[in-house]
Structure formats: structure tokens, C-alpha cells
């Protein structure tokens, strides 16, 4: 028994231990500070980082350590305090007791500035959504965008635009997108009049994406043509702005554009954003296999992403085949998933590119073949597949599918011999389309290059701008005396 109480007693001197890491009430206090830094000196990019730091800690927020926060960057008593802290959840606040102290201390008789303001709003609205209160959530984001409204600074856009995305989600959340998009389009209309182009794109992006969630592709249509375009200032709202083009082009029937804007978001995405590259993935798939192209192999086994295009790598293969039968059974088996994607009307449209490609896969292998065959192995289940066949052949010869003829006295089909593609256009195309890839990427790597202000213009010292001086002088007098002697 005396071991025991040897043992209890050993832990006694922790004070010479280590110094535990920071806690997350400490960094937060630390993005505080930057963010007054930032909005006294106006200097945007420290807000930006506060917005990256922030992201970071996202998972390590609980209802204490935001209670204790507020008291340390909100007047204790204020409306402001009030109100945020009505939303956070009632808990016993252990081992934050000193924090919460001292940060009293540190705030009495401090005005906050707005940016710090407007980033509890934040912070609040972040953690509500992580813990499910929606309707928390729907209040606060209510009372940051009218909070919002009122100020015109630049250092407020960057977390300004985050807002509008989380004011967003919740509603999408609870099914209620539809009630705020009078309330986008005039916050859309405000930043358009302050030039806040970083809350231009984050709101664009949102009015997009509420169309689309409704199925409203003319309406969005007409706002992204009629929006006011300039540089991207942000890469995510670009990918995302790329996205929403690409599914607008898709179902307006310009698949070669909707083809470049889904692969161009899918390869500028983060790589961190892997349930928005999957999406991108799909539909350029689908997009892909409406133009007549199968995508390659790899592109169903990228890093994570093989079990969610899984359905879609079964679709490409009955497509690559030509199988009717076959698709229909994919179509079938993964019908609840393509209706969740929302991409079952574009599947739709796929059976007449699977019979094309069984009639132009037919005509490679017979040089002659009869009507009756040909729909026998297109597997058409019509009442009259024969007149059926002769009716797609004749339209895939009309429309340069296939190069053959069609013999209607025999019932047969006759296919030419194949040239030689070299002899075409095609190559030419393919490297002219390789080398405009790779000029928009240099300019634009160009683009993204910082460079300080007047580097390439060297600082005059007193004694050479006396020289320049001197010498354009003499200049001068010298051009005044040719005049002289010329009158």
C-alpha cells in the first residue's frame, strides 16, 4: 500500500512540464488581431489569410470556445453579443474559465472594427451548419447579410463573399433556395455597384446554381450572359462559374463548348474538392459520349473516384460496343443513381449514339451486309426493325457516321473501303487544338504572376536627373539656334 501512495504522489511537479500547444480560443484571438491589423492598414490579403486560418480550425470549434471568443471580440452586453450569443447552444463551459477571463480584460474599452464584426457572424454560421441547426443557421445568416448591406469596404468582400455561400447553403439545406433568390439578385446588384467583383463572382455562382437546382437553364442563361464579366479573382468560384456553363451547354445542345468547360473545371479544381471533380467527371463523360468520343480508361481510375464513376464506366462500355441491349440494362440498374446526378435525360439521348456506333462498328467488319442482319444485331425491337434499320443507315450515311450505301432492291447495305486518315483534315485539327491548350495555359500562368509595382523602372539618383536635365537643355537651345538660322 505505501507503493501506492508513492506512485499517486509521483505526478505531483507537472509545472516543469512542457508547454501544451496553443488551444483554438488562442489562434482564434490571433486571427483577431490580424484581421484588425488588416482592416486598419486595408490590406485585402490579410483578410484573405484570415479566411485560410479559419478553414483550418473549422473542425476544432464547439460552442464554449465561440462563447468565450465572442466575449473577447464583442463589447460583453452589446446587441451584437446578444444576439450571437442566443444562437450557440447552452453548455457548461469547462477549462475555459481563465481564457474567458482575461479576454474580458483585454477588450474593455476597445471598438471593434467591423471586419471583426462581420467574421463572428462568420464563425457562428459555420459552426451552426457543421452542428445541423438549420434554422440557427437560416436567423444568423439573415442578420449578417443585413448587416452586410451596410458596409462598403473592401477589406469586408473577402468574408463578405463566404457569407453569401453559407447564407446559401442553409437554405439549400432545408429546401428553401427558392425564397432568397430575390435577395441574391439585389445583393448582386449592390456589389456590381460597389465594383465588389469577388462578391460579383461568389453571387453569380449562387444565382447559377439556384436556376439550375430548379432546372431553370433559360433564366440562367440569360443572367450569365447579361452578368458583367472580368479576370477571375478567385480560382474556386471559377471552377464552380466553369461547371455551371458546362451543364447549361450540355442540355442547350453545345456539347463541344460544354465538353472544354468541364474539363477546364475538373483540371483547375483542388485537388482537396473530390466530390466536385467527381462531378465534373460525370458529366463531361456523358457530354464525351453525346459527341461520339470514349473517354479513356483512366479517366474511371483516378485516385477515389473509381466506385462513384463506376456506373458511368459500365455506360461507357455498352456505348463503345454498341449494344443496345446492354445499355438498357445499365440504364436500368443504375437509373436511381442517374436520377440523383440528374443526368437520366442525357442518358436518354445516348440510344441513338449506341446504335451509331454498333452500325459503324457493322460496317468496319462487313463489306457487305443484309438490312435484316443489321437489325438483328442492333438488337432493334420494333414491329418493323427491317424498314427501322434502313431508315438509320440511310440517316447515319446522310450525316457522315458511316461511309457506305444502301442497295434497297437487295436489302443490303454496302460499305466502301476506309481511307487513309492521314490524307485528312483530322490530324492538323487535333494538334491545332493541343497547341491552343497549351498557349491558354502559358498566358495564363502569365497572368497569375505578381510583380511589385514600377520593378522595371530603375529609381533616378539626384545627380543623373541633373545630367538628363543639362543635356535637354542644351538639346533645347541647340533646336532654338537650327530655328534661328533657318528663318
Known amino acids: 500500500m505505501t507503493q501506492d501512495v508513492e506512485m499517486k504522489e509521483l505526478p505531483a511537479p507537472s509545472n516543469s512540464a512542457p508547454s501544451s ?6 489562434h482564434l484571438k490571433e486571427i483577431a488581431s490580424l484581421i484588425e491589423t488588416g482592416a486598419y ?12 486560418l479559419t478553414m483550418a480550425l473549422r473542425r476544432r470549434l464547439n460552442a464554449p470556445v465561440l462563447s468565450a471568443f465572442l466575449s473577447f471580440a464583442v463589447a460583453p452586453g452589446s446587441e451584437l453579443h446578444g444576439r450571437l450569443s442566443s444562437y450557440l447552444p447552452k453548455e457548461d463551459e469547462h477549462e475555459m474559465d481563465v481564457d474567458t477571463a482575461t479576454s474580458t480584460t483585454q477588450i474593455s474599452g476597445k471598438h471593434s472594427p467591423p471586419e471583426l464584426e462581420i467574421y463572428c457572424y ?21 442578420a449578417s447579410i443585413a448587416r452586410v448591406k451596410n458596409l462598403n469596404r473592401r477589406t469586408v468582400d473577402v468574408l463578405a463573399s463566404r457569407l453569401y455561400f453559407y447564407y446559401s447553403l442553409c437554405y439549400e439545406l432545408t429546401g428553401d433556395l427558392a425564397e432568397i433568390r430575390g435577395n441574391l439578385l439585389a ?6 455597384l460597389r465594383h465588389d467583383e469577388l462578391g460579383q463572382e461568389t453571387l453569380l455562382n449562387l444565382l447559377l446554381r439556384n436556376y439550375l437546382h430548379y432546372n431553370l437553364y433559360d433564366q440562367a442563361e440569360k443572367l450569365r450572359s447579361k452578368a458583367p464579366r472580368f479576370e477571375a479573382h478567385s480560382n474556386q468560384q471559377f471552377c464552380r462559374y466553369l461547371f455551371y456553363l458546362g451543364k447549361i451547354r450540355t442540355i442547350q445542345l453545345e456539347y463541344t463548348d460544354a465538353k472544354e468547360s468541364l474539363l477546364q473545371a475538373a483540371r483547375k479544381a483542388p485537388v482537396a474538392a473530390l466530390g466536385f471533380r467527381v462531378q465534373c467527371n460525370k458529366w463531361a463523360v456523358i457530354v464525351r459520349l453525346l459527341l461520339g468520343e470514349i473517354p479513356e480508361r483512366t479517366v474511371f481510375m483516378q485516385k477515389g473516384m473509381e466506385k462513384a464513376l463506376r456506373p458511368y464506366f459500365e455506360l461507357t462500355n455498352a456505348v463503345r460496343i454498341g449494344d443496345l441491349e446492354l445499355f438498357r440494362n445499365v440504364a436500368e440498374k443504375f437509373s436511381s443513381t442517374f436520377n440523383l446526378d440528374r443526368t437520366h435525360n442525357l442518358i436518354v ?20 451486309i443484309s438490312l435484316a442482319d443489321v437489325a438483328k444485331k442492333l438488337r432493334l425491337d420494333s414491329a418493323n426493325p427491317v424498314a427501322d434499320a434502313e431508315s438509320i443507315v440511310s440517316k447515319a450515311i446522310r450525316d457522315g457516321a458511316i461511309d457506305a450505301t444502301i442497295d434497297h432492291a437487295n436489302g443490303w447495305m454496302v460499305s466502301k473501303e476506309t481511307g487513309d486518315i492521314y490524307s485528312t483534315n483530322e490530324p492538323q485539327i487535333a494538334f491545332n487544338s493541343r497547341i491552343a491548350f497549351c498557349l491558354n495555359m502559358h498566358n495564363e500562368g502569365v497572368r497569375a504572376l505578381r510583380f511589385p509595382p514600377n520593378s522595371h523602372k530603375e529609381k533616378e539618383s539626384a545627380e543623373k536627373r541633373r545630367e538628363r536635365q543639362q543635356q535637354e537643355q542644351e538639346l533645347a537651345k541647340h533646336i532654338a539656334e537650327e530655328d534661328d538660322d533657318e528663318f
Open 21 to 26: 500547444p496553443p488551444s483554438t480560443l488562442h
Open 122 to 142: 462568420l464563425l457562428v454560421l459555420i459552426f451552426l451548419i457543421d452542428q445541423k441547426r438549420y434554422n440557427e443557421a437560416k436567423a444568423c445568416a439573415s
Open 187 to 192: 445583393l448582386h446588384r449592390i456589389a456590381t
Open 41 to 52: 492598414a486595408r490590406e485585402v490579403r490579410r483578410i484573405v489569410r484570415v479566411v485560410r
Open 349 to 368: 439521348r445516348l440510344r441513338h449514339n449506341v446504335i451509331r456506333t454498333g452500325l459503324r462498328n457493322i460496317s468496319i467488319s462487313y463489306s457487305r
